[in-house]
């Protein structure tokens, strides 16, 4: 029997998490995957009223409360696509401890110099303004995973390359697609 899953794509802001995460949908869906939901955490924040704030705790707790939704999404057979920079080692052990098998951790990986430049959400510009702080990656922590699933690494692949990558890991490990 094949299993749902939810698949938690992490790194830093401009890494192309979202980027994979919708191109992997579409290819998911002309594969006719039925139930999958993607999750971008910028914009589940501002679905929240923006109530969470970017300190340790604060991200702590909308992790928190984005567990929750996505738990509910998985009860009724659906798998998630969760977009999120997800900085802290605790956050994502956290999350793999809820979810168990279901879990996958893609690290998407790309360096800072290259999130700076593409600054596809204009991060890095308000951080340089001071308009914003607490930049993971730039002068906030980032602990680098060290246990994930799969690496897919944005500056050496492409956006279908990536996508093909997660593809096949969930063929060969028994996931719904």
């Known amino acids: 029997m094949k299993k749902n899953f939810m698949m938690y794509l992490i790194g830093i802001s401009g890494s192309g998490k979202t980027t994979i995460a919708n191109a992997l949908y579409e290819r998911l869906k002309s594969l006719e995957t039925e139930k999958i939901q993607v999750i971008d955490g910028d914009v ?7 109530i969470f ?12 409360v984005v567990r929750v939704v996505v738990n509910y999404l998985i009860d009724n057979q659906i798998s998630v ?3 999120q920079v ?13 979810f168990g098998e279901r879990y996958i951790e ?5 360096s800072l110099e290259e999130c ?10 308000k951080f340089r303004d001071g308009e914003i702080s ?6 906030d922590v980032y602990e680098i995973p060290d246990n994930y699933d799969i690496l897919v690494d944005t500056e050496q692949e492409t956006v279908e390359g990536c996508v093909e990558k997660i ?7 028994g996931y719904v697609i």
Not at 53 to 64: A, D
Request: proline residues 2%.
């Open 44 to 50: 589940i924040r501002k679905q929240f009223g923006d």
């Open 53 to 64: 704030g970017n300190t340790y705790e604060e991200r702590m707790k909308c992790n928190r």
């Open 81 to 83: 696509i969760l977009a």
């Open 86 to 98: 997800a900085p802290y080692k605790e956050m994502r052990q956290k999350v793999r401890e809820q």
């Open 106 to 110: 893609v690290y998407v990986k790309c």
């Open 116 to 125: 700076a430049r593409r600054d596809v959400k204009g991060y890095y510009k």
């Open 134 to 139: 607490n930049l993971n990656g730039a002068n």
């Open 167 to 173: 593809v096949d890991y969930l063929k060969e490990n």
